[in-house]
């Protein structure tokens, strides 16, 4: 009897979607504190005029392009490669059980290095900033609480697949606090100069 397949899409799309409205939103913040704030865009620290807060609107900037240019990246892959699907043997996996299934392609994808596959367990944790208004405010930042990669040797994304099958051991989420927990599967390879890679959403439990 052959085990329930589940079709996971690559989430990709969803997330350079979701850089490109952040990287927006923060260029427009940055504009925003200069007009509200009045700020003089002086940065020679020895001018009496210099003042700190200026740096804000340059930070803001920074952040809002380095998310934009990722939400580009992200969507010249996906016109190059395609949308990627993780086909999952089951509808989930527990912990002490052994993820299998295989990738698919939207198009055939040749490599001289194999495909890198990464699955991670990744929390969101709560730190508070300390810094000027915003003190005590908690932002959220991810960590790794366990991961495991390895590398599949194949050079050809066939209409078999990459072939996926990690055993994640009943102690992957020791050390895991109360954050919101998310399991990732992470595919990537370089195909003629190009980095393909795609990303997908696992579900995991910690019992069956």
């Known amino acids: 009897m052959k085990p329930e397949i589940r079709r996971i899409a690559d989430s990709t799309p969803f997330h350079a979607g979701t850089d490109w409205i952040m990287g927006l939103l923060t260029m427009g913040a940055a504009v925003g504190v200069v007009w509200w704030f009045q700020l003089p865009l002086e940065f020679d620290l020895n001018s009496p005029s210099f003042n700190p807060a200026a740096l804000l609107p340059v930070l803001l900037v920074a952040y809002g392009l380095v998310q934009t240019a ?11 490669f395609g949308l990627s699907v993780f086909e999952m043997e089951g509808e989930r996996v527990s912990l002490g059980q052994t993820l299998r299934g295989r990738v698919l392609t939207a198009r055939e994808l040749v490599t001289s290095h194999g495909f890198l596959l990464r699955l991670r367990c990744i929390e969101e944790v709560l730190y508070s900033d300390m810094v000027g208004s915003r003190m005590g ?31 994640i051991p009943r102690a992957a989420m020791d050390g895991v606090g109360k954050g919101r927990l998310r399991w990732t599967l992470e595919i990537e ?12 959403g696992v579900p995991v439990v910690a019992e069956g």
């Open 70 to 80: 990722k939400s580009i990246r992200a969507r010249m892959i996906g016109r190059r």
């Open 137 to 167: 405010k908690k932002d959220p930042r991810d960590v790794i609480r366990w991961e495991s990669e390895r590398t599949v040797t194949t050079q050809r994304s066939s209409s078999e697949g990459v072939p996926v099958e990690f055993s």
């Open 189 to 200: 390879a370089t195909v003629g100069g190009e980095r393909y890679e795609a990303l997908f």
